[in-house]
């Protein structure tokens, strides 16, 4: 099984950004599609993007076109979701998932993921 760990999260100001970075280990991330979710607090844990095996088809969210960039390094075994011009908002813990397989298309549902990390927190102050 593929373990998956987030790292980067932390406190900024509105307009600022963070990269989030998800390492692997256990298995080759290249053999995985991959995805970030978000949890705000007392709420679901929503999609926010993902990317496939190769990195050649990305999904967004709408409320996050335009600011966050998912992409991958499969040599380094890491995914990142790069985050700018943050909002309040987008205050929440964010998770890594994957989903194994050199597949097609977009899965945006917890359920289509079976791997997760333990979240990292990002928190967005005006």
């Known amino acids: 099984q593929v373990q998956l760990t987030e790292s980067g999260g932390g406190q900024v100001q509105t307009g600022n950004s963070l990269r989030l970075s998800c390492t692997a280990s256990g298995r080759r991330l290249e053999n995985y599609g991959m995805a970030w979710f978000r949890q705000a607090p007392g709420k679901e844990r929503v999609f926010v993007a993902n990317i496939n095996w190769n990195g050649d088809e990305r999904t967004y969210i709408d409320a996050v076109k335009g600011r966050f960039i998912i992409s991958r390094d499969n040599a380094e075994n890491t995914g990142y979701l790069q985050m700018n011009s943050l909002k309040p908002e987008d205050t929440a813990v964010y998770y890594c998932?994957?989903?194994?397989?050199?597949?097609?298309?977009?899965?945006?549902?917890?359920?289509?993921?079976?791997?997760w990390g333990r979240g990292t927190q990002v928190t967005v102050s005006s």
């Open positions: 998932a994957a989903r194994f397989g050199q597949y097609s298309g977009s899965y945006g549902r917890t359920q289509d993921y079976a791997f």
